[in-house]
């Protein structure tokens, strides 16, 4: 989940998949979340929040984004994709859905910052307006490729089942980012039509993308990945794979990201088949948030009687 969380291609200098710039429940609860949505929002927040520190009103945001100048623009979009995840905001303002549309569709070609921002603004829409999965869907294929990944972000965030087909194409694409992120939306949409693509993925050539389609899976019920799941409870496995060193200013460790989403998904399945592995982990591995979740992934795997 980033829980866990570009270009270079795989994406992974910035951050990593399983969640943030407070990223949806569904989200936070199984996925590894490509950093970009995560992590390089992070990044920039804490050096131009003072520009912004303020009470301001999603009006005011939208004015900076419509005539602000470069450096005031994005983080105007920032602020209000964060301001997005509060839903008294929407009560409050509701016609907020529609004007976001329009801010979105008027940024195509200008500041990549700007359009990505908007794009997770549009996909924590409570009410989105009818046009919407249009417009996003419309923007698949834009230019940036981190601005692809927020709007495939905003598709599985908004839930509708009929962009499954669009989804399965863009994880065709030969950015690990973006087929990360399609793996992603792909989970968190409700349906089986996606389950060819899901196992597909399970073998892709980045082992994050086989994580989050592992995880995927499990969430649609599916125990096919187990095997993955099983590679994501080895702490040696994934030190190969995540670069293991704290991230600076944080608390977070990769590696125990990793392996708490993959703890989460053997809930999910009940997996007792991979009771051995969560016991050991709940009383040797070197992170106590880790044997924390492998504790309560044994309360379902041998619940009290």
Known sequence: MENLDEPQSDHRGEADEVKSPAIPALAVQFFLIPLIVV??????????????????????????IRVGGRERRWPAAYELSRLMD???????????GNS???AFEGSEGEDPRVRRYLALAVGRLQSPPPETIERLVNALDDADSETRISVIWALGSLGDVSVVPELQRVYGSDDAGVRKMA?????????DSQMVTLRTALNDVAPDVQWNAAIALARHGSDYGLSVLRRMLDREYVKKIVDPETRAGTNIDPVAEVMISGLQAVSILEATS?????VELSKTDQSMQVRQAALEALDVLRPES
């Open 86 to 96: 509060n839903p008294d905001i929407q009560l409050e303002y509701p016609e907020l």
């Open 100 to 102: 976001l549309l329009r």
């Open 39 to 64: 992590a390089s929002v992070a990044a920039v927040y804490f050096g131009f929040r003072v520009l912004l520190d303020d009470e301001r009103t999603p009006s005011e945001y939208l004015n900076d």
């Open 183 to 191: 793996v992603y939306a792909l989970g968190a949409i409700d349906g």
């Open 274 to 278: 991979l009771q051995a592995a969560v």
